[in-house]
């Protein structure tokens, strides 16, 4: 049976394009079956899609599709041979979608009150189990108060479903793909994976870093996709041809 998962919220730059594509590129490279369905309103995966396809070894494909909105709901029958929908999904959610909705949000005043606002909605549309995932939380040791604070949301939006662990704040998520995740990336979203999809919990490769993995003198993963971002050009420019004025 297929299961739906989708990645939703009212508050933009909350990371709900980002955890999409990392938990697709892990269920994809453990041999599920995967479409991913864009439906964010500026198209976010749609496009790095398309970018990443221009780093792909030649003669290599991805592991699974990124299709539009009218892709998939004009199709739907068609996808029941996939073992996971992903649906990056702004908050287009309708009382006939059911599955899980993975509302992702950062402890600031602003990203939550929008986050209240959403999940009164979706009390009123119903049809998908509520799961809320902490992302880009500082490693920083926090405040006695500010520690009060966040536990006081975990409590409230625990009233209404289930919280994931959280996603720390990282550079890594910045270099996110639409084809693979590093063993670093890996990491950082492995413990709410493994709690998302208990049936596709991470691998120990898929978390080991071997010495071809380890990171460079830069700090980047030997990732050959993302390597491939941070290529010297290959020519130095001309220090002359630089204006300083």
Same mark, same amino acid.
């Not at 290599?60 to 299709?67: A, G, Q, S, V």
């Not at 908050?91 to 939550?112: A, T």
């Not at 975990?154 to 793909?177: A, E, H, T, Y």
């Given at each position: 049976?297929?299961?739906?998962i989708l990645f939703a919220s009212r508050k933009g730059g909350t990371g709900k394009s980002t955890l999409c594509a990392m938990v697709a590129n892990h269920?994809?490279?453990?041999?599920?079956?995967?479409?991913?369905?864009?439906?964010?309103?500026?198209?976010?995966?749609?496009? %790095? %899609?398309?970018?990443?396809?221009?780093?792909?070894?030649?003669?290599?494909?991805?592991?699974?599709?990124?299709?539009?909105?009218?892709?998939?709901?004009?199709?739907?029958?068609?996808?029941?041979?996939?073992?996971?929908?992903?649906?990056?999904?702004?908050?287009?959610?309708?009382?006939?979608?059911?599955?899980?909705?993975?509302?992702p949000f950062i402890y600031s005043e602003m990203v939550l009150d929008s986050t209240f606002r959403f999940i009164r909605y979706m009390k009123r549309v119903?049809?998908?189990?509520?799961?809320?995932?902490?992302?880009?939380?500082?490693?920083?040791?926090?405040?006695?108060?500010?520690?009060?604070?966040?536990?006081?949301?975990?409590?409230?939006?625990?009233?209404?479903?289930?919280?994931?662990?959280?996603?720390?704040?990282?550079?890594?998520?910045?270099?996110?793909n639409t084809i693979s995740n590093t063993v670093e990336q890996n990491l950082l979203i492995r413990d709410f994976v493994n709690e998302l999809v208990p049936?596709?919990?991470?691998?120990?490769?898929?978390?080991?870093?071997?010495?071809?993995?380890?990171?460079?003198?830069?700090?980047?993963?030997?990732?050959?996709?993302? %390597?491939?971002?941070?290529?010297?050009?290959?020519?130095?420019?001309?220090?002359?041809?630089?204006?300083?004025?």
């Amino acid at each position: 049976m297929t299961k739906e998962i989708l990645f939703a919220s009212r508050k933009g730059g909350t990371g709900k394009s980002t955890l999409c594509a990392m938990v697709a590129n892990h269920l994809a490279n453990n041999g599920m079956k995967v479409a991913v369905i864009d439906c964010d309103n500026c198209y976010t995966l749609t496009w %790095r %899609r398309k970018s990443d396809m221009k780093i792909l070894p030649e003669g290599e494909n991805p592991k699974y599709p990124i299709l539009t909105d009218d892709d998939y709901f004009d199709k739907e029958h068609e996808f029941d041979s996939y073992d996971y929908v992903l649906i990056d999904n702004y908050d287009m959610v309708s009382e006939d979608r059911v599955g899980v909705l993975i509302i992702p949000f950062i402890y600031s005043e602003m990203v939550l009150d929008s986050t209240f606002r959403f999940i009164r909605y979706m009390k009123r549309v119903g049809g998908s189990e509520l799961v809320f995932l902490p992302n880009e939380v500082s490693g920083y040791k926090q405040s006695i108060k500010k520690k009060d604070i966040n536990e006081n949301i975990n409590w409230i939006l625990g009233i209404f479903g289930k919280i994931l662990p959280k996603v720390s704040n990282s550079r890594l998520m910045d270099q996110v793909n639409t084809i693979s995740n590093t063993v670093e990336q890996n990491l950082l979203i492995r413990d709410f994976v493994n709690e998302l999809v208990p049936e596709c919990p991470m691998s120990d490769e898929e978390i080991t870093i071997g010495e071809e993995d380890a990171p460079s003198g830069d700090g980047h993963q030997n990732n050959p996709i993302q %390597r491939d971002l941070f290529e010297p050009l290959d020519t130095d420019p001309d220090p002359t041809s630089i204006n300083m004025h």
